[in-house]
Every structure is written in C-alpha cells, then in structure tokens.
C-alpha cells in the first residue's frame, strides 16, 4: 500500500505561483497531479514516469507553466505552477501508480486527499 500525502496548496492572486509537494511512503515508479474543480470532471494535470526511458506528460493548458519533478531520494514529487490563473483554481491531487496510465485518473490506484489551490484576481 502507498500512501500520499500533498502540501503546498493555497490562495494566490493570478499570475502568481506555487509549489505543491506529494510524499509517498515508499519508491513508485509513475506519480502524477490531478485536479477538480467544483461540478468539473477530475482531469489529469501532468505525470512522470521512470519506466523505460522515462517520460512527463503535460495537460495542453499547463504547458510552459507548470513543471513537475521527483526526489526520488525523498519520495516525493512537486508541481511548480508559474503564471497562474483563474481556471487553476482547483482541488489538486496526487496521484501513484506502478504502471503508465498516463493522465488517465482511471489507471491510478493510489490517490492523497489533495490540497486546494484557489486563484484571485
């Protein structure tokens, strides 16, 4: 069992930025991000991989603007989110997986509680 465990949510004013941090309990091969907002679908934000020759995925809207890296000494994968905007508000959440579903949420079977990112003009 992998445990999940996100940080760094928060309010900040567009254009802003944050760092969201995840910590799993032990080594996974594939981590991702998701996110909510309220009466949308979860959607995948971005993921990585060290299967094979390792790989990230970007969701198109978060491209140039966010960046997700791993510690792989620590566990732990990050989400620095640059430029933020109004329609990042959301519930971001970490996800885990010991294969490659890519941004598909449905391939994931280790998910945190998320944390919250709201975003103010």
């Known amino acids: 069992q992998v445990q999940l465990v996100e940080s760094g949510g928060g309010s900040v004013q567009v254009g802003g930025s944050l760092r969201l941090s995840c910590e799993a309990s032990?080594?996974?091969?594939?981590m991702a991000w998701f996110r909510q907002a309220p009466g949308k679908e979860r959607e995948g934000v971005a993921s990585?991989?060290?299967?094979?020759?390792?790989?990230?995925i970007y969701q198109d809207s978060v491209k140039g603007r966010f960046t997700i890296s791993k510690d792989n000494a620590k566990n732990t994968l990050y989400l620095q989110m640059n430029n933020l905007n109004s329609e990042d508000t959301a519930h971001y959440y970490c996800?885990?997986?010991?294969?490659?579903?890519?941004?598909?949420?449905?391939?994931?079977?280790?998910w945190g509680q998320g944390t919250q990112v709201t975003v103010s003009s």
């Open positions: 996800a885990a997986s010991w294969v490659v579903p890519g941004l598909s949420p449905e391939g994931y079977k280790y």
């Open positions: 032990l080594y996974i091969n594939t």
């Open positions: 990585l991989t060290s299967l094979g020759v390792g790989r990230t």
